[in-house]
């Protein structure tokens, strides 16, 4: 089992910056961020595997977004810069212990965190 704890989340006007932080409760294989906006279906953002740092991202926050993690491998975090309307979403760190599918595809991942809301105003 993974528990897995965000925070960070909130609001902020378009061109603002937000940092989202995730705690692991053990070593995972990868560690990713997915985000559902209102109606809308979950999506991968960023994700890193935790033993070699290789990071994945969304065409969509490419440039914007930076995913990183402490040298505990266990604490992800998201960097959100240059945010606009669109990136509201409610927030999700996700993980798995094993490979089991591409990194930013919901089903790759067995372990989520509760979520935390991003609002950008504009």
């Known amino acids: 089992q993974v528990q897995l704890v965000e925070s960070g989340g909130g609001s902020v006007q378009a061109g603002g910056s937000l940092r989202l932080s995730c705690t692991a409760s053990?070593?995972?294989?990868?560690l990713a961020w997915f985000r559902q906006p209102p109606g809308k279906e979950r999506e991968g953002v960023a994700g890193i595997y935790t033993g070699t740092s290789d990071m994945y991202y969304a065409a969509s926050v490419k440039g914007r977004f930076t995913i990183s993690q402490d040298n505990d491998k266990k604490t992800l975090y998201l960097q959100m810069n240059s945010l606009n309307p669109e990136d509201t979403a409610m927030y999700y760190c996700a993980a798995n212990r094993r490979y089991a599918g591409r990194i930013l595809e919901a089903g790759s991942h067995d372990y989520w965190g509760q979520g935390t809301q991003v609002t950008v105003s504009s």
């Open positions: 053990t070593f995972t294989y990868y």
